[in-house]
């Protein structure tokens, strides 16, 4: 294991003492980089740099850099631009342990 990993563990058990709250809030947390290193991947893979998004979406070059770092907290009207500019979408997805048994895929 790593010491990233080893941090990450740390850090869930420490949620995991301070109850249901913390948990839900790291939960929150990792979901957001998560979504934040997404759209940074979907950038790369168009090869385009953030100047570039920015002019093909509308959006600040500073503000997509503090998305993609996790500085900045974007609305939805700046998602669905940025979307528009990646060619993609954002989307809710069930996840596999919140669907009941014998379900089929989401329909969303």
Do not use: K
Not at 10 to 29: K, M, R
Not at 69 to 84: D, I, V
Not at 86 to 92: F, K, R
Request: proline content about 5%; glycine content about 4%; hydrophobic content about 40%.
């Amino acid at each position: 294991m790593s010491r990233w990993d080893d941090f990450v563990r740390e850090v869930d058990e420490e949620a995991a003492a301070d109850g249901p709250q913390a948990v839900a809030e790291l939960q929150a947390f990792h979901a957001y980089f998560r979504l934040a290193r997404r759209f940074a991947e979907r950038r790369r893979e168009l090869h385009l740099t953030q100047a570039e998004l920015a002019q093909r979406s509308g959006i600040a070059q500073s503000e997509i850099s503090r998305f993609e770092s996790g500085r900045a907290n974007p609305t939805f009207l700046t998602l669905s631009r940025l979307c528009e500019a990646l060619d993609c979408e954002v989307a809710l997805v069930a996840r596999e342990s919140a669907a009941p048994e014998g379900a089929g895929p989401p329909a969303c």
